[in-house]
């Protein structure tokens, strides 16, 4: 069983901030999409996906987007202040790079976000989706382990 | 070859395993850019610009080898580095198998959480879009903090004899490097909640007390079934349509409540010690009776389903039939009657454990 590292990489890029070129420092744009996408890596999200973001003539809060033709909405949401998302690459088995910048056994933290936007096909995400029992469970995780005083 | 799929068709199986293939054949570049547009013939198709995407991310993969994963965990990790986190498996305090948990071995702190479990939120239909990137996994990984003393109870336990905390959790077997840093920094006081300290000169040691330790477990259990009071979330909720959660939410009783809540917190102690959590706050053990009832016979159950129907009986939200859940539910003893009642109390227990469901703890 090995030790594997995690490397904060988000820090490094976002204190780059005062004119540095790097674009790291805003927040990313995260869209937990409902479908499966058999490829992994670099596309043009934010032309293609991101950007046709608009809100719902009906309800402004709900966003409309589409997929290949298929309209989707979606809604988006804060996790819980004391909570952030992070990406993180795991460099396990990509053997280029074990050589150069880092141990096969270390896991980078890319990307942070605080911000969220969850899609569904043919309904507004409620209270009955995962993402709603997610932020239930932390505020009770913290309940429930907080350390008892006396 | 499509490549992406709705959730609503078959359950995903991963053509090519999340595209580790493809890399074969690329030039070494910038060439990640098999976009999934790319495999979409109709309009997208050379529309997608390779050096305008890949310059967003840090470490730029030149394969698709790469894994990302989309964590969500307390900014308290990163304010004291991420640097310290060490990734251990440890014996789950419930179930005895190992799971993955996060230990944060920086010696400064003597506040704040000192472990983490890891657990996944299943979404096999879905992926993430992070900025001009496309993440696979559509699995959300969370880590929350988790009470070091649920791992100090069974170590304590199997013990008779009083012992220093060291010698408790290197003789149960716990990893090494959780134990030295439980050791570091455990207080006194907290172990005190669930074992009597003896303090002899030169050093001291610590014995399992069950009372106490059923002072303390009731103490989280009734926190936590005011926060779910507090909320309005009930066990029921995973099993009625999102059109009726407003009602179940006004019949939320404080048994219920609490009941709930003695599942949640039996997530982290076995068995025996649920059922004395139980009994401690007077609780009649429903649950246990639900489960075991397709087992055994009859026999004494008749009194136990008395009580059952009378706590079910507030409860005007649960279907009185499920032929949706029925297949989920292990095959019914035929000796015993299922009446509709039974099978609406089967299924109140299936759903106690809604929330764990989504957040089974993910062995390796």
Same mark, same amino acid.
């Given at each position: 069983?090995?030790?594997r590292?995690?490397? #904060?990489? +988000?820090?490094?890029?976002?204190?780059?901030?005062?004119?540095?070129?790097? $674009?790291?420092?805003?927040?990313?744009?995260?869209?937990h999409? $409902?479908f499966?996408?058999?490829?992994?890596?670099?596309?043009?999200?934010e032309a293609?996906?991101?950007?046709n973001?608009? $809100?719902?003539?009906s #309800?402004?809060?709900?966003?409309?987007?589409?997929?290949? =033709?298929?309209?989707?909405? =979606?809604q988006?949401? #804060?996790?819980?202040?004391?909570?952030? =998302?992070?990406?993180a690459?795991?460099?396990?088995?990509?053997?280029?790079?074990?050589?150069? +910048?880092?141990?096969? +056994?270390?896991?980078?933290?890319?990307?942070?976000?605080? +911000?969220?936007?969850?899609?569904?096909?043919?309904?507004?995400?409620? =209270?009955?989706?995962?993402?709603?029992?997610?932020? #239930?469970?932390?505020?009770?995780?913290?309940?429930l382990?907080? $350390?008892?005083?006396d | 070859?499509?490549?992406?799929?709705?959730? !609503?068709?078959?359950k995903?199986?991963?053509?090519?395993?999340?595209?580790?293939? !493809?890399?074969?054949?690329?030039? %070494? /570049?910038t060439?990640?850019v098999?976009?999934?547009?790319?495999?979409?013939?109709?309009?997208? /198709?050379?529309?997608?610009?390779?050096?305008?995407?890949?310059?967003?991310?840090?470490?730029?993969? &030149?394969?698709?080898?790469?894994?990302?994963?989309?964590?969500?965990?307390?900014? /308290?990790?990163?304010?004291?580095?991420?640097e310290?986190?060490?990734?251990?498996q440890? &014996?789950?305090?419930?179930?005895?198998?190992?799971?993955?948990?996060?230990?944060d071995?920086?010696?400064?702190?003597?506040?704040?959480n000192l472990?983490?479990?890891?657990?996944?939120m299943?979404? /096999?239909?879905?992926?993430?879009?992070?900025?001009?990137?496309?993440i696979?996994?559509?699995?959300?990984y969370?880590?929350?903090p988790?009470?070091?003393?649920?791992?100090?109870?069974?170590?304590?336990?199997k013990s *008779?004899?009083?012992? *220093?905390?060291?010698?408790?959790?290197i003789?149960?077997?716990?990893?090494?490097?959780?134990?030295?840093?439980?050791?570091?920094?455990?207080?006194?006081?907290?172990?005190?909640?669930?074992?009597?300290?003896?303090?002899?000169?030169d050093?001291?040691?610590?014995?399992?007390?069950?009372?106490?330790?059923?002072?303390?477990l009731?103490?989280?259990?009734?926190?936590v079934g005011?926060?779910?009071?507090?909320?309005?979330? !009930?066990?029921?909720?995973?099993?009625? *349509?999102?059109?009726?959660?407003?009602?179940?939410?006004?019949?939320?009783s404080?048994?219920?409540?609490?009941?709930?809540?003695?599942?949640?917190?039996?997530?982290?102690?076995?068995?025996?010690?649920?059922?004395?959590?139980?009994? &401690?706050?007077?609780? @009649?053990?429903?649950?246990?009776?639900?489960g075991t009832?397709?087992?055994s016979?009859?026999?004494?159950?008749?009194?136990?389903?008395?009580? %059952?129907?009378?706590?079910?009986?507030?409860?005007?939200?649960? @279907?009185?039939?499920?032929?949706?859940?029925?297949?989920?539910?292990?095959?019914?003893?035929?000796?015993?009657?299922?009446?509709?009642k039974?099978?609406?109390?089967?299924?109140?227990?299936?759903?106690?454990?809604s929330?764990? &469901?989504?957040?089974? @703890?993910k062995?390796?």
């Amino acid at each position: 069983m090995s030790q594997r590292k995690y490397v #904060d990489n +988000t820090e490094s890029s976002s204190s780059e901030e005062n004119g540095s070129s790097k $674009p790291v420092s805003k927040e990313v744009s995260v869209h937990h999409v $409902p479908f499966k996408v058999e490829y992994e890596g670099q596309a043009n999200v934010e032309a293609k996906f991101s950007s046709n973001s608009v $809100p719902a003539p009906s #309800d402004s809060k709900v966003l409309i987007n589409q997929f290949r =033709g298929r309209p989707l909405q =979606g809604q988006k949401f #804060d996790l819980p202040e004391s909570y952030e =998302g992070l990406v993180a690459l795991d460099l396990k088995g990509s053997s280029q790079l074990a050589d150069e +910048t880092s141990k096969d +056994t270390e896991i980078s933290l890319v990307n942070r976000f605080e +911000t969220m936007t969850y899609w569904n096909w043919d309904r507004v995400p409620s =209270g009955m989706d995962k993402h709603v029992k997610l932020l #239930d469970w932390m505020e009770l995780s913290k309940i429930l382990h907080e $350390p008892a005083e006396d | 070859m499509p490549r992406a799929k709705s959730s !609503s068709g078959s359950k995903s199986k991963k053509i090519d395993g999340g595209g580790t293939k !493809s890399t074969g054949r690329k030039s %070494k /570049d910038t060439s990640v850019v098999d976009v999934d547009e790319g495999s979409d013939n109709d309009e997208a /198709d050379g529309e997608v610009e390779q050096s305008e995407t890949t310059e967003h991310l840090p470490v730029a993969p &030149k394969s698709t080898q790469a894994l990302r994963k989309v964590i969500i965990a307390p900014k /308290d990790i990163r304010t004291h580095g991420w640097e310290n986190i060490e990734e251990c498996q440890i &014996k789950h305090p419930k179930s005895g198998k190992k799971s993955l948990f996060l230990l944060d071995t920086g010696s400064s702190r003597c506040d704040g959480n000192l472990l983490f479990e890891v657990l996944s939120m299943q979404h /096999d239909t879905r992926s993430w879009f992070v900025d001009n990137t496309v993440i696979s996994d559509g699995n959300m990984y969370i880590c929350t903090p988790v009470d070091p003393l649920f791992f100090v109870i069974p170590v304590m336990e199997k013990s *008779s004899k009083a012992k *220093s905390l060291i010698d408790h959790l290197i003789e149960g077997s716990l990893p090494k490097a959780v134990a030295e840093v439980l050791t570091k920094r455990l207080s006194h006081k907290q172990l005190e909640f669930v074992s009597i300290k003896k303090d002899f000169e030169d050093f001291v040691v610590f014995l399992y007390s069950e009372e106490k330790t059923l002072n303390w477990l009731s103490g989280k259990a009734e926190r936590v079934g005011k926060f779910l009071m507090d909320k309005g979330i !009930s066990q029921a909720e995973s099993s009625v *349509s999102s059109n009726f959660v407003k009602s179940s939410v006004e019949a939320l009783s404080k048994e219920d409540c609490l009941r709930y809540a003695c599942d949640i917190v039996g997530e982290y102690i076995d068995e025996t010690l649920k059922k004395k959590l139980l009994e &401690k706050l007077g609780l @009649p053990v429903l649950q246990e009776k639900a489960g075991t009832k397709r087992k055994s016979s009859l026999g004494d159950d008749d009194e136990n389903i008395n009580k %059952k129907t009378k706590i079910s009986g507030d409860d005007p939200v649960m @279907p009185l039939e499920d032929y949706g859940s029925s297949n989920s539910n292990t095959p019914v003893n035929k000796n015993v009657k299922v009446t509709a009642k039974e099978k609406e109390l089967q299924k109140a227990a299936q759903g106690s454990h809604s929330l764990f &469901k989504f957040f089974a @703890p993910k062995a390796k």
